[in-house]
């Protein structure tokens, strides 16, 4: 399994609502990211996670929550958003280890596209 | 100064002719760097990543990266229309926190049959 699964594919959520986003792996990953990427920009990291730890932040605000309950799973709790943080949600994993060619390689999901009403 | 620069393009390249893409970077630190393929409205996929100074290939692709320019390219090879997408150059400053990779804003190529 060399797949990284983001649910849902499509959310749209009002300024008022909570939801999450969910990203899962099954290839061993002990590293997982959040990246949010805009129409036409180019990815931004927000969240790192490394070991299940908050190893990374970049200055996200905090109605971007992250959570990674499991070695597997990484979750991004969304609350009071802005239409502005409409974006394509991407979640990737990649495995630490010594051996650079493995370590930095990234696998992306296939993304969380969101609209914020 | 943007930290990784990319010519947004549209790069068009008749099939069969080689694409030829630039980018470059400011960190002096950099010390990996990587290639991601984009199709329109899909997540980005690796393609090649190269590490050393010189030319790395890999089937129809080839890595170029100059650490002195701070200059890294990707040639391919006898084009196809399946090529086209947007190329996202990244650069990769590993900390002991984990890889920070930093996108460029990406070069559009159209291949035309």
């Known amino acids: 399994d060399t797949e990284v699964t983001q649910t849902p594919k499509h959310l749209v959520m009002g300024m008022t609502n909570k939801k999450s986003l969910k990203c899962e792996q099954h290839?061993?990953?002990?590293?997982m990211y959040w990246y949010k990427q805009k129409a036409k920009k180019p990815p931004e990291l927000m969240f790192v996670y490394s070991y299940e730890k908050l190893s990374i932040n970049e200055s996200v605000p905090s109605r971007f929550s992250p959570e990674c309950p499991n070695s597997s799973l990484l979750n991004l709790h969304l609350h009071a958003l802005q239409p502005e943080d409409s974006a394509l949600y991407l979640c990737?994993?990649?495995?630490?280890?010594?051996?650079?060619?493995?370590?930095?390689?990234?696998?992306f999901g296939s993304g969380t596209q969101l609209s914020v009403l | 100064q943007k930290e990784v620069e990319q010519n947004s393009g549209p790069l068009s390249v008749p099939e069969g002719a080689i694409a030829s893409l630039n980018c470059t970077y400011s960190?002096?630190?950099?010390?990996?760097f990587f290639w991601y393929r984009q199709y329109s409205g899909k997540s980005p996929e690796l393609i090649m990543f190269i590490y050393s100074n010189g030319d790395k290939e890999d089937g129809r692709f080839t890595a170029q990266l100059n650490k002195a320019s701070q200059y890294v390219s990707l040639l391919i090879r006898d084009s196809q229309p399946s090529d086209s997408a947007t190329y996202l150059c990244a650069v990769n400053r590993v900390k002991a926190a984990g890889n920070k990779l930093t996108f460029g804003g990406g070069t559009r190529v159209l291949v035309k049959p």
């Open positions: 960190d002096r630190g950099s010390q990996s």
């Open positions: 290839m061993g990953h002990r590293a």
């Open positions: 990737a994993s990649s495995q630490p280890g010594r051996e650079r060619a493995t370590n930095e390689k990234l696998f």
